[in-house]
C-alpha cells in the first residue's frame, strides 16, 4: 500500500536528473554559441587591428606633412624638386614618429612643385612600421630608369625596372627588397616590392604601367650603428598623395 510519503518519494524520484537526448542536445546548443562567440571575437580583434592602423596611419602623415610643409616653406626648394619628382630631404629625426625616437615607425616623402609655383606641391606620403623598432629605415634614390609593362614568372600583368647603366642603380637588390615606384594615377609614389631580379633589373608585384627616366627609391634597414640589416620587415601603409600649399593664397 502506498503511503503519501512513498508517493511523494517516487515523485522526486522521476524527476531528478536528464535524459542523454536532453544533455546532448543541450551541448550542442552550447557549441553553436562557443562557436558564434569565437567568431566574433577573431572579428573584433581584425576590427581592432585595422583601427589601430588606420589611426597611426593618420597621425604619421599629418605629422609629416606638417613637417615637410614647414621645412619647404621655411628654405629654399631643392632644384629637383622644381620639375620632376624626388625625395624631400627631411633627415631621419624629424622622420621618425615620434620625432627623433628610434620607435621603428616613420615616413618617407616624395614631392615636386605643381604647375611651376613654388608654392603649389604634390607630396606622397608612405607611412611605414619596421617589425623591430630598434632599427630605422634607409633611402636612397635613383633616376633614369625605365618602368616598362610586363608577365611575371606566375603569368601576372606587372612591372619591370631596367636600368641601362649596366645594373650600378639597382646593385644589392634582392626578391622582397621594398621599393617606391612612381604612381601616374596619382602624380605621386607608391610602395611595393621586388618579386624577381634579372640580367636587365628587377620585376616588381604590381603595374604602375610606362614610366621613361623614372626616380626609383631603394628601401633598407639599418641598426643603431647604421648597418644594413636583414630580416626585418618593412610594413608600408597606404599612401597618402595631396596637393597642398605651402601659404594660404
Known amino acids: 500500500m502506498r503511503t503519501p510519503r512513498t508517493a511523494a518519494a517516487g515523485r522526486r524520484r ?17 557549441g553553436v554559441a562557443l562557436g ?3 567568431a566574433a571575437f577573431h572579428a573584433g580583434i581584425q576590427s581592432h587591428s585595422s583601427s589601430v592602423s588606420d589611426v597611426l596611419r593618420s597621425l604619421i602623415s599629418d605629422n609629416a606633412l606638417a613637417i615637410v610643409k614647414a621645412r619647404l616653406r621655411h628654405a629654399r626648394a631643392p632644384a629637383d624638386l622644381t620639375t620632376t619628382l624626388n625625395m624631400v630631404p627631411v633627415g631621419s629625426l624629424d622622420s621618425a614618429y615620434p ?25 606622397s606620403i608612405m607611412p611605414y612600421v619596421l617589425s623591430d623598432p630598434t632599427c630605422t629605415l634607409y633611402s636612397s634614390s635613383s633616376v633614369g630608369l625605365l618602368i616598362k609593362d610586363a ?24 626578391v622582397g627588397s621594398a ?15 621586388v618579386s624577381e631580379v634579372t640580367t636587365a633589373g628587377a620585376v616588381i608585384d604590381r603595374n604602375v604601367g610606362v614610366v621613361l627616366n623614372a626616380l626609383v627609391i ?9 648597418q644594413p640589416v636583414t630580416g626585418v620587415s618593412i610594413d608600408f601603409m ?12
Open 14 to 30: 522521476g524527476r531528478g536528473g536528464f535524459t542523454l537526448a536532453e544533455i546532448m542536445i543541450a551541448l550542442g546548443v552550447m
Open 36 to 38: 558564434m562567440a569565437a
Open 99 to 123: 620625432i627623433g625616437l628610434t620607435t621603428g615607425r616613420g615616413f618617407v616623402c616624395v614631392g615636386k612643385q605643381a604647375g611651376g609655383s613654388v608654392n603649389d606641391y604634390i607630396l
Open 151 to 174: 608577365v611575371d614568372s606566375q603569368g601576372r600583368n606587372v612591372s619591370a625596372i631596367e636600368d641601362s647603366s649596366g645594373g650600378t642603380k639597382l646593385a644589392g637588390v634582392t
Open 179 to 193: 621599393v617606391l615606384v612612381p604612381d601616374p594615377a596619382s602624380g605621386g609614389m607608391v610602395s611595393t616590392k
Open 218 to 226: 631603394l628601401v633598407s634597414v639599418t641598426n643603431a650603428a647604421g
Open 238 to 249: 597606404p599612401t597618402c598623395t595631396v596637393r597642398t600649399a605651402l601659404r594660404p593664397a
